[in-house]
């Protein structure tokens, strides 16, 4: 929050047990892309141009969401089912 923008990696946040996130922009002012994984790091929920001062609630349940540069999904070609390594 309060940042001018997101590092060219992302963030990866990780919670001990899969449940379903709630997500806020409050305090970001640049639209960021997120990802979703499952327990296998295998790509469940897709977000993309998540705006600021906006809210999202997953459909499903994640242990690892990755916060990324808006655009990286669509450049990087990643679809719901692809597996990650981390």
């Known amino acids: ?7 060219d990696t992302g963030y ?3 919670f ?3 449940t379903r996130i709630d ?6 002012f640049f639209p960021i892309d ?6 296998t790091k295998k790509v469940i929920e897709i ?15 994640a242990k690892f ?6 655009n990286t999904i669509s450049k990087s070609n990643t679809e719901l089912n ?3 390594e981390f």
Do not use: A, W
């Open 47 to 61: 977000k993309k141009n998540f705006k600021p001062f906006t809210f999202y609630f997953s459909k499903h349940k």
């Open 65 to 70: 969401v990755i916060e990324l540069p808006q």
């Open 16 to 18: 001990d047990k899969p």
């Open 1 to 7: 929050m309060f940042s001018g923008k997101i590092s």
């Open 23 to 28: 997500l806020h922009m409050f305090f970001v």
């Open 12 to 14: 990866i946040f990780i």
């Open 82 to 84: 692809d597996s990650l």
């Open 34 to 39: 997120v990802l979703f994984l499952d327990e």
